[in-house]
């Protein structure tokens, strides 16, 4: 039964990093984002997080949610929200023992490091 719920958390976890890394790969391909299917896909995320995901990824989730929603959320609420998501996630699979670092996340995600620099500088 345990592992059953872990391998449904890992699942959830595995299908909301997706529609992000989908989202990128749509924006970096000048393909048009599907909003139907973006929004369909968050809500299936957000019942799997609710259901399977620890506390901590979903209080990290729902910041992120609030943040994203909000009018008067700025860029940079919801960019820190997503990667701090993002990185409760990876920490959460690894038992905490993820060395990774928000900078990380970022690299991996724009693929240059002196535009990630400039980006975290600009977050502060």
Do not use: P, W
Request: aromatic letters at 10%; a positive charge.
């Amino acid at each position: 039964m345990e592992n059953q719920l872990s391998d449904k958390k890992y699942k959830a976890y595995a299908d909301v990093v997706s529609v992000f890394f989908g989202i990128l790969k749509d924006t970096k391909s000048d393909k048009q984002v599907a909003n139907k299917s973006i929004m369909d896909k968050m809500i299936d995320s957000k019942k799997d997080i609710f259901m399977y995901g620890s506390d901590v990824v979903f209080h990290a989730f729902n910041s992120f949610l609030t943040k994203s929603s909000r009018v008067s959320s700025n860029q940079k609420e919801v960019m820190e929200a997503f990667l701090s998501f993002m990185l409760t996630i990876r920490q959460d699979m690894c038992g905490k023992k993820s060395k990774l670092s928000v900078r990380d996340i970022l690299i991996n995600l724009i693929q240059d490091e002196a535009e990630v620099d400039k980006f975290i500088s600009n977050m502060k």
